[in-house]
């Protein structure tokens, strides 16, 4: 459902994702881990057509995601890093705006709209505008915004990040029932414990190269531990001056 | 004072960045037109800095306390004299205030300046006493009031409409709509020429629109839009009705088809601008864009446009849409390459 065959980007001299290559299968969650700047949201963005990669190919749900980005659109939910919300709409009125650009009648989108803000949690702020909204309510509202049109693949860039721990397990059991009925699903996110309870496929990225390419079942350790070990640790520089007498 | 020197010192050079924005009105093609009105004749022009300066007065006399993050100033361990201190100390860095200073120091000039701060003081206090009346009250906002028009793009549509709104150049247009509505209801009978040339200054008040018509989208706005299954001349179609609904309301009382022939012509060449060179732009700011070449070839094909339309004939509107038409279809495609 998801295929990418040596895809790579360049910056000038910088190679944010170098020779990416995997397939995603059908109702399958595969999770990209990888530390900041590894070119997570760089590989995000060319899978979904937002950015045109230097070389290599891409495949969603069967399209060229370079010849042809309105069908992987049509067929893809796509939840960005940040966000992508219009300030002047409130939470309702993207989800409203949303559906009928996706093909749905206003009474579908109604329908659908009414069902996911309860689902989320978000039926309480439905009316208040995005540029006044928490941060969890932005994501929960963008998240919304990916799954309305039922989509055959969603590609989630951080979608637990800056929510409450009970919607984060919503998200989760969602994210698990719906691939279930053959959603492929690809994301990223460095919360690791929610990735292993979830996703059946781990991709780990690094300096824009994958390091890791398993099942998740076939993981030698837990995830922490093969993570950690493929991503160097992290050095404590000491600051003296941190909790000594106050000056 | 010494807790709050910093504080002050920080807020001051806050509202200087904050006051860059306003330089935004350089690049606006009504100021342009401004200007060249006033080298002609500095007499004529005098009317529409008046209606600038009405306009800029209440962006300009904010509350500079507003620019410190409430839940901010909360966790600051100031003393009850402090805050005291700090919140009579802040209204000398109102940018009204540091632009009367000048007239202070010429004696001739007390009673303006004088006048700019008493004014700067009160508009502070109004929009205090508003703002303690409407936070016990729930949310107000008027722009829920711009209705939905049918169809898959109507939802962009109002939006974009109330993206428009949140500008000044709107407000410049609508001023000059209200002042030839009320020397109308004076019983006082417009020349026609008149009613063509005010309908084409409400459109030359919009048309730096034209050529930013994403810079309140951007970044996150955008990104959006290229997550939309949409094409590129949906999306310009969307922002596009969205304008001319805006200009087609104000020229109305006017003189509609000249001002609509010119809001035409500004989209056409603005799409250039706004599909490839989108400029970020502020809220209750005016729009800033390019004076050349964009805004020049704007103002005069646009009074070009109107004035034929109005002198000559109704095919001049015909070419103004075919040449709007045909830059859709080309900046559609190019929104489309990406």
């Given at each position: 459902?998801?295929?990418s065959?040596?895809?790579s980007?360049?910056?000038?001299e ?124 932005r ?14 693949v ?12 009970v ?5 989760r ?55 950690f070990?493929?991503?160097e ?15 | ?40 004749q500095?007499?004529?022009g005098?009317?529409f ?9 209440v ?20 003393t ?44 502070q ?12 009250r ?8 711009i ?39 004076t019983?006082?009978?417009l ?13 030359l ?34 922002k ?8 087609l ?69 015909a070419g ?19």
């Amino acid at each position: 459902m998801i295929s990418s065959r040596n895809l790579s980007r360049r910056f000038g001299e910088f190679t944010a994702v170098d020779n990416v290559s995997f397939e995603v299968p059908s109702g399958g969650i595969c999770a990209l881990l990888g530390p900041n700047g590894a070119g997570k949201s760089t590989l995000m963005k060319m899978l979904t057509g937002l950015l045109a990669p230097t070389s290599g190919e891409a495949f969603v749900a069967g399209y060229d995601v370079r010849k042809e980005p309105l069908a992987v659109k049509h067929a893809a939910g796509i939840l960005p890093e940040s966000l992508g919300l219009f300030d002047a709409l409130t939470i309702d009125e993207h989800l409203l705006l949303s559906g009928p650009i996706y093909g749905l009648t206003h009474a579908e989108t109604r329908r659908r709209a009414a069902q996911l803000l309860h689902a989320l949690s978000l039926e309480e702020g439905r009316d208040t505008f995005l540029n006044q909204c928490s941060q969890g309510m932005r994501k929960k509202t963008a998240l919304a915004l990916a799954l309305l049109h039922n989509p055959r693949v969603l590609f989630l860039d951080e979608p637990f990040e800056g929510v409450d721990p009970v919607t984060a397990d919503t998200i989760r059991n969602l994210l698990a029932a719906i691939a279930g009925r053959g959603v492929t699903i690809f994301l990223t996110s460095h919360i690791l414990s929610i990735v292993n309870r979830l996703a059946d496929q781990i991709l780990v990225i690094r300096g824009g190269r994958v390091v890791w390419q398993s099942a998740a079942s076939d993981l030698p350790q837990s995830l922490e531990e093969v993570y950690f070990g493929l991503v160097e640790a992290s050095t404590v520089d000491d600051l003296p001056w941190l909790g000594s007498p106050q000056s | 004072m010494a807790g709050i020197a910093p504080i002050l010192a920080a807020l001051a050079r806050v509202i200087w960045r904050d006051l860059r924005t306003f330089s935004t009105l350089t690049g606006n093609n009504f100021f342009l037109v401004v200007a060249f009105i006033m080298i002609q004749q500095v007499q004529s022009g005098l009317f529409f800095i008046a209606l600038l300066g009405i306009l800029l007065l209440v962006p300009l006399a904010g509350d500079p306390m507003r620019k410190i993050p409430p839940d901010r100033l909360t966790l600051w361990p100031l003393t009850r004299s402090q805050r005291i201190a700090l919140r009579l100390s802040s209204p000398a860095l109102t940018p009204l205030v540091w632009l009367a200073i000048p007239f202070l120091f010429r004696a001739a000039r007390i009673p303006v300046a004088l006048a700019m701060i008493a004014a700067a003081l009160l508009i502070q206090v109004l929009l205090a006493a508003w703002r303690h009346i409407m936070a016990r009250r729930p949310p107000l906002n008027p722009f829920r009031a711009i209705p939905k028009p049918p169809g898959k793009l109507g939802r962009l549509m109002q939006k974009d409409g109330r993206q428009f709104l949140t500008v000044l150049d709107p407000y410049v247009a609508l001023l000059l709509c209200l002042a030839c509505i009320i020397y109308r209801l004076t019983a006082r009978i417009l020349d026609p020429e008149a009613g063509v040339i005010l309908s084409l200054l409400v459109a030359l008040a919009l048309s730096t629109q034209a050529q930013s018509l994403f810079g309140l989208d951007l970044p996150w706005g955008m990104l959006r839009y290229r997550l939309l299954p949409l094409q590129g001349r949906e999306i310009l179609l969307a922002k596009d009705a969205a304008f001319l609904a805006i200009l087609l309301i104000l020229v109305l009382p006017l003189a509609p088809l000249p001002g609509l022939a010119a809001g035409l012509v500004a989209l056409g060449i603005g799409h250039h601008d706004s599909v490839l060179r989108p400029m970020p732009q502020h809220r209750w700011r005016f729009i800033g864009g390019a004076i050349f070449p964009t805004g020049f070839f704007q103002v005069i094909l646009m009074m070009a446009t109107g004035v034929a339309v109005a002198r000559q004939s109704l095919w001049y509107f015909a070419g103004a849409t075919a040449f709007y038409l045909a830059s859709l279809w080309y900046y559609g495609r190019r929104w489309d390459a990406g």
